[in-house]
């Protein structure tokens, strides 16, 4: 309560919130298959390009925005990128679910390439270790991820502990963590919107799911099978749990994670005829190998290990992962969402937020993420808060009555409704579970009658024509041709600045990483 007294008395430093959006999709063709083609060279170099990209695969995109103090400004940025992504892509669509497209066999997906140099290399053969070690299939699943950052004089006026700025801002964000990991489950519930996939997908793997027609599988009350396990299990990871109790013993066992080697990748081995299949042996060749529906970030320069960052320089930001594209939308995210995710986020940081047991490991929340994401639309599914039983739709409202307090004082910041609108948005569906995406997207097939891949097609076609066909302005069609080209250049530059062998490379890149005091 003192925090939040402390919050209202310095709102006006809420308007110096940062947040920014990176979206996944793939590009498929006319007929909803996976795109064989490679990235498109109007869109630039996907090494060094600031805001498009690619993720795992050639055809999954990744498209980056800056950081803004406001909403609007956020999602006019995402817009205009979709806009020129599709101007320049005349002959493809974005799909606009998390689950995939058709894809072809696992030999054919195509993984993504960034050039020759040592940089580009790099990113490319840990995406060859990604295939060996869990699949390609489970690459090509979609995402939002939603960064957040507070004004960094915030932190010590809401006394957090600390011996400096810097620990206090990593210690407040830890904070953030871990009542995140307490109450995500309630975006699950909110924001899924993957509730079945594409028996194709599926084929030949293990799960658990029910037949909804001929040519998708589902769950009748899921939110986000992106999220749950789908049948795929991988002991090196389901044995690594991070702490977020402080950031040492976080790094700390980070630092083991991408230092320790895992048996069976050892017998896999880092190279096959002559060629990296994969950076290392150990349990994560690098950090962000780590599946985690949210993470401490801090920006790196070239070559720099997020984990070295981290421990020099603090906690900078946090990154949300746990987002399903929205299917009705598309840039595949609402206003109303990221107004939302402030709130939440905001209340995450203020909110008391006590140390978790178990060496910093929430088992329980963990277990109401994994129930809510398969069961959330479940009448009578009830979760674990504090070892009593609550049902979704008393707890959800209890969560977002707190939630509500943090919304009003960013509209006052912001001189705006929208922020407490949005919460009460949500508490529609909290009243009425057919309002949620995972809800409505099963409805939508019903009463088309259409499969969940020819649905997908028919509204991914749709979202990436009504953005080819919006003007782009003359100045930023100009200002981002000028990126892809400027891209370009800069990616031949690194080339011919390489001296060392990509040998050299890789173990100067490994050497980098600074073990934690």
């Not at 390009?49 to 695969?57: V, W």
């Not at 011919?496 to 980098?512: G, I, L, T, W």
Request: hydrophobic residues 35%; charged residues 20%; aromatic residues 10%.
């Amino acid at each position: 309560m003192q925090r939040f007294t402390q919050l209202q008395q310095h709102r006006d430093i809420l308007t110096r919130t940062m947040r920014g959006i990176e979206r996944e999709g793939l590009r498929i063709d006319r007929d909803g298959h996976l795109s064989t083609l490679p990235h498109p060279l109007a869109l630039g170099s996907a090494l060094t390009h600031p805001h498009i990209t690619t993720d795992y695969s050639e055809a999954l995109l990744e498209l980056i925005t800056g950081t803004h103090t406001t909403v609007e400004s956020l999602l006019r940025e995402l817009t205009e990128i979709h806009q020129f992504v599709m101007q320049q892509n005349r002959g493809e669509s974005i799909w606009m679910q998390s689950m995939p497209a058709i894809l072809p066999p696992e030999k054919d997906i195509p993984i993504a390439t960034y050039g020759s140099s040592n940089t580009g290399m790099l990113k490319h053969v840990y995406r060859r270790g990604l295939a060996e070690r869990y699949g390609k299939k489970m690459q090509c699943i979609a995402g939002l991820h939603y960064n957040f950052s507070m004004p960094s004089e915030l932190w010590p006026l809401l006394d957090f502990k600390g011996d400096s700025h810097q620990e206090q801002q990593s210690n407040g964000y830890l904070a953030l963590i871990r009542n995140f990991t307490r109450y995500s489950w309630l975006l699950m519930y909110l924001f899924g919107a993957s509730p079945a996939a594409s028996k194709s997908f599926l084929a030949n793997m293990p799960h658990e799911l029910q037949t909804f027609d001929h040519d998708t599988f589902y769950l009748p009350y899921a939110t986000s099978l992106r999220m749950s396990d789908l049948g795929y299990q991988n002991d090196a990871q389901s044995a690594l749990t991070l702490c977020y109790n402080d950031l040492d013993s976080f790094i700390r066992k980070m630092y083991d994670a991408v230092t320790q080697s895992w048996p069976a990748y050892e017998a896999i081995g880092t190279h096959r005829d002559g060629q990296w299949i994969q950076l290392n042996t150990n349990v994560l060749q690098i950090e962000n190998e780590f599946y985690s529906s949210i993470r401490p970030k801090r920006t790196t320069s070239r070559g720099e290990r997020p984990i070295t960052a981290l421990m020099e320089r603090g906690v900078q930001y946090v990154e949300i992962r746990c987002l399903d594209i929205d299917p009705f939308e598309p840039i595949g995210i609402a206003a109303s969402t990221s107004h939302f995710m402030d709130a939440f986020l905001l209340f995450c940081a203020v909110s008391e937020s006590g140390f978790f047991p178990h060496d910093g490991h929430c088992a329980q929340s963990q277990n109401n993420f994994a129930l809510t994401v398969k069961q959330g639309r479940d009448p009578a599914l009830t979760l674990n808060k504090e070892g009593s039983r609550l049902s979704v739709k008393d707890w959800g409202h209890e969560i977002l009555d707190q939630i509500l307090a943090y919304a009003k004082e960013l509209d006052i910041a912001y001189s705006t409704t929208q922020y407490s609108a949005a919460v009460e948005l949500q508490r529609q569906k909290l009243d009425n579970p057919d309002l949620t995406p995972s809800a409505r997207l099963l409805q939508e097939l019903r009463n088309s009658g259409l499969s969940l891949q020819d649905y997908t097609l028919q509204k991914s076609q749709e979202h990436s024509d009504a953005l080819r066909f919006q003007e782009l302005s003359v100045e930023t069609d100009q200002k981002l041709k000028n990126m892809a080209q400027e891209s370009i250049l800069e990616q031949k530059e690194i080339e011919v600045s390489d001296m060392e062998s990509f040998d050299e490379y890789v173990k100067h890149y490994n050497d980098s990483l600074k073990r934690p005091a």
